[in-house]
C-alpha cells in the first residue's frame, strides 16, 4: 500500500485529534486567564501552562500536517522531523529554568519532571516517526504517532488539571 493509501487510513482519527487539542488550547486560555496574576507569578506554573499549551499546539500542528492530502512520504517526514527538533528545543530551556527556580516552586520536582519528560517523550516519537516515514514504512510509523499524539494529549490535560488546581489554591 503507497503512502497516501495509508495515510488515508488514519484521516478521522488526525481529524479528531486536531479538533480535540484545538478546543482543550482554548479552554487552558480562559482557565488561566481567570487567575492570570497567580500563572505571571509562579514561573513553574507558568512553565508547566506553557509546555501544556505547546503539547496541545504540537498534535494540532501534527494532525493538520498528516491531513494535507499528498502521496509524498518525504514531505510529511520532514515536517515531523521539524516539529519535533522545534519542540525540543522551544521545550528545553523553559523546563531547565522551572527545575532551577527552586526558591519559587508551588509544583514538586517530581510532578514537573513527568510531565515535562513525557512532553518530552513524545516529542522525540515524532521526528522518530519521521525518520520511520523516510524509511518507507508508513503504517508503522502512522501507528507509533497514534501513540504520541494520544500521550501528548492526556500529559496536556493532566497539566491543565494540575495547573488549575495550582492556581485555585493560591487564590484562596
Known amino acids: 500500500m503507497d503512502y497516501g493509501q495509508t495515510l488515508q487510513q488514519w484521516h478521522d482519527f488526525y481529524l479528531t485529534s486536531g479538533a480535540a487539542s484545538a478546543a482543550l488550547a482554548g479552554l487552558l486560555f480562559v482557565g488561566l486567564s481567570l487567575h492570570i496574576r497567580v500563572v505571571v507569578t ?55 529554568m522551572a527545575i532551577e527556580e527552586q526558591r519559587k516552586r ?29 524509511l518507507g514504512k508508513y503504517g508503522d510509523g502512522l501507528s507509533w504517532l497514534v501513540g504520541a499524539m494520544i500521550v501528548l494529549l492526556l500529559v496536556a490535560v493532566r497539566n491543565t488539571w494540575d495547573v488549575l488546581v495550582t492556581v485555585g489554591e493560591k487564590t484562596h
Do not use: H
Open 42 to 96: 509562579q514561573f513553574d506554573v507558568r512553565s508547566l501552562a506553557r509546555i501544556t499549551l505547546s503539547d496541545f499546539f504540537v498534535v494540532l500542528v501534527v494532525s493538520l500536517f498528516v491531513l494535507i492530502p499528498t502521496n509524498r512520504a518525504g514531505l510529511t517526514a520532514t515536517e515531523l522531523v521539524g516539529v519535533s527538533i522545534a519542540s525540543l528545543l522551544l521545550a528545553f530551556p523553559v523546563i531547565r
Open 106 to 134: 508551588v509544583l514538586g520536582l517530581r510532578t514537573l519532571w513527568i510531565r515535562f519528560g513525557l512532553s518530552l517523550f513524545g516529542y522525540i516519537v515524532i521526528g522518530g516517526v519521521g525518520v520511520l516515514l523516510f
